[in-house]
């Protein structure tokens, strides 16, 4: 008989840690819509037109704050 009584059993598994949430807070200073469009050269194209158009957004971060540079940029694309 033994002194001490250990259960074995399935050892607990580690939870992931959460991830940190962090907001950001930009001041838009600048925007920029650019737009062009051009005949599709591709043989079996279902469009016969090209477009390509994208946003620049550029500003300044509020928050957080104490980060090296509080310059933003945003490039969004169509695709």
Do not use: Q
Not at 28 to 33: K, L, N, P, Q, T
């Amino acid at each position: 008989m033994g002194t001490g009584s250990k259960s074995i059993g399935k050892a607990k598994r580690r939870r992931k840690p959460m991830e940190e949430i962090v907001d950001y807070v930009v001041g838009i200073e600048s925007w920029d819509f650019s737009y062009w469009v051009a005949l599709n050269s591709l043989r079996d194209a279902l469009d016969p037109y090209h477009e390509h158009r994208h946003v620049v957004i550029s500003g300044r971060l509020l928050r957080p704050a104490g980060l090296k540079s509080d310059r933003w940029r945003c490039r969004c694309f169509r695709r």
